[in-house]
């Protein structure tokens, strides 16, 4: 019978630098902090000089559900209605501003070691063992 990964390392390792790797993971999302910016006023992106904003956004937006509500088979409002919902998705997503969350050195320590040394048993088990040779 072999071991993780087609080899002849051990499964415990892969099971144990798995679950450490899972737990440094988690514990490195759950301390990042998410705050978004996103306002009607705020800027998405430069458009000849003119800086182009969320509410502006919205304008081309409405006019292309108008359209499409008037007569459906207009193209141009399907266009119209789609290229604003992107504009606003990717302003949106622009806005996000990621900040890590105030901890102290022993929690940041503790989840390097998790992680990385979760990754290095997890390395270590793929590789065919010395013993059996």
Do not use: H, K
Not at 52 to 69: H, K
């Amino acid at each position: 019978m072999r071991g993780a990964g087609g080899s002849d390392g051990g499964t415990g390792q892969f099971l144990l630098g798995l679950a450490m790797m899972v737990a440094g993971g988690y514990l490195l999302l759950n301390s990042i902090i998410i705050r978004p910016q996103f306002g009607l006023g705020m800027g998405l992106f430069r458009m000849g000089g003119v800086q182009v904003t969320t509410g502006m956004v919205l304008i081309p937006f409405i006019f292309g559900i108008v359209m499409i509500f008037y007569n459906s088979r207009l193209w141009v409002g399907w266009a119209l209605a789609a290229v604003s919902l992107v504009a606003l998705v990717a302003g949106v997503i622009a806005s996000i501003q990621l900040t890590m969350a105030g901890m102290s050195a022993f929690n940041l320590l503790v989840i390097l070691v998790l992680f990385f040394g979760g990754l290095g048993i997890f390395l270590r088990s793929l590789r065919a063992s010395r013993e059996g040779t």
